[in-house]
């Protein structure tokens, strides 16, 4: 296809199909819906989730394009004739197809089947481009049954080496034979890796599972960085005793601390501003009943923040704060365990892109942080990043309300497909 074609006045012609796009969505939202609540169970390596991959495999074939399976279980979809050895470099888009338990039908697969759209209008106009764009579904993202979330993305990163020899589902199953099931090899996981600078770019649409772009009435998220992850499980231990007896002159309660570590994690972010969010989602007392003063709490403090020295110094209060809690509480508190993962920030340029494509559409639009996790922070391991979000309707996700309004979906997939036109031209980067 010519340029003429392609920009008149300066404006891109080519366009997705918004009607098959919103096809694709509702045909995958039923696979794996619960009849009752609407929600979506589609867990990683599970029935439903094959049966999505299945969908997926048919749609891309039907449209002419050639989708592949690799040993991590990544479904790679790409025009027919590319992707031989020694070829381009490629423009890698997607997300991922699985959700957790009783989610909603658009975190993921959104991004899937708009990377799908814009892949195919790409492959049909017979674009020349400088990199070979593909389309990707991570497996496993979410991590719901089998409990290594970022499965796929992992896998591509070359980050599996540390794994266990035979990992296994939440119920002792392995992954082995649901890999396998997937089309996926567990001994050939290495095969699944990219080399660093086979990717020239990532772009990922997702909705944006947060209030923010819905209050702001921007209808593009143009995200600036992937927030970093601080969990730190406690372990608060006093001295378990009759609720009746014991006087509360002298008592060592662990709950009491554990009340009050909450309250320093919510001071941390609200009050200090120390972080951007920080949250104890989890609180497990013992015994745990109503007439014993809880003997042992363990809990989790998330912090996060797109800054890694902001986290680093919230972290440093927080263990501060612990130190004080355990002295007026008479309680000893442990770290037991500690996760991080660092924040990821996107690329410049690519931003720059992003909103330029928003701009040409007319489409208000506005820099954010992603709170949530996403493939792309593990590819930006290989790639400059770049991610689109659009507005979740009552900013909520993880849950079977969770939805978009059907031109926002529309409008992300158009700036999705601008933005891949320029980068796979090579203007962009
Ligand atoms: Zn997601």
Redesign the pocket.
Known sequence: MSDQLLERGGQLTLDIDPDRLLRRVADLARIGADPVTGGITREGFSTADREARAYLMAQARAAGLAPSVDAAGNIVVRAPGCGEAGDRQVLMMG??LDTVVNGGRL??AYGVLAALEVLQTLAHAGLDTVCEPVAVAFAN?EGALFPQPFWGSMAVAGRLASLPREPTDHHGRPLREALQLAGGDLDALGSACWQAGSIAAYLEL?VEQGPVLERSGSRIGVVEAITGRTVLTLEVRGTAGHSGTSPMEGRSDAMAAAARVVLAAENLAADRQLCRVATVGRLDPHPNTPNTIAGTVRLTVDLRDTDVWRMAGAEQVLRRMLRQIERSTGTEIEVVAETRSDPVSADLRLRAEIERSADGLGLAHEVLPSG?G?DAQVVADLAPIGMIFVPSLGGISHVPEEDSRPEDLVAGARVLLRTAVRVARGTVL
């Open positions: 997300s991922h975190d993921g993202e997702h949530a996403h």
